[in-house]
Nanobody, 133 residues
């Protein structure tokens, strides 16, 4: 059974930093290489937004325009963990952040219009990030 467990959320002042981690388990070695692991977020009253993801096989990354230059995603394929370093945080980054795993590659979760939640196969439980002004 595939499980995604997030950690690292919390409360931080605007301009500060947080690092989220997602520990993935239950994947076979071959399966993990076929997946892109990343993060969506959802703020109250707003739609779920694809933030960033990374392909396990070749390290290809995706970032939403709203976080480019501030967030950095990385993966440890030995430990099967993905981390999201979030710098220069803004109050509008406040949301529940969900780890997500979906297919990588041309038919995968990242499409011409962005990071597509409909193509995600597995979700974590979510971790709250609150940025105070």
């Amino acid at each position: 059974e595939v499980q995604l467990v997030e950690s690292g959320g919390g409360v931080v002042q605007a301009g500060g930093s947080l690092t989220l981690s997602c520990a993935a388990s239950g994947f076979t070695v071959d399966d993990f290489d076929d997946y892109a692991i990343g993060w969506f977020r959802q703020a109250p009253g707003k739609e779920r937004e694809g933030v960033s993801c990374i392909a396990s096989s070749d390290g290809t990354t995706y970032y939403a325009d709203s976080v480019k230059g501030r967030f950095t995603i990385s993966s440890d394929n030995v430990k099967n963990t993905v981390s999201l370093q979030m710098n220069s945080l803004k109050p509008e980054d406040t949301a529940v952040y969900y780890c997500a795993a979906g297919p990588a590659g041309p038919e995968g979760v990242v499409t011409s219009t962005g990071y597509d939640a409909e193509r995600v196969d597995y979700w974590g439980q979510g971790t709250q990030v609150t940025v105070s002004s």
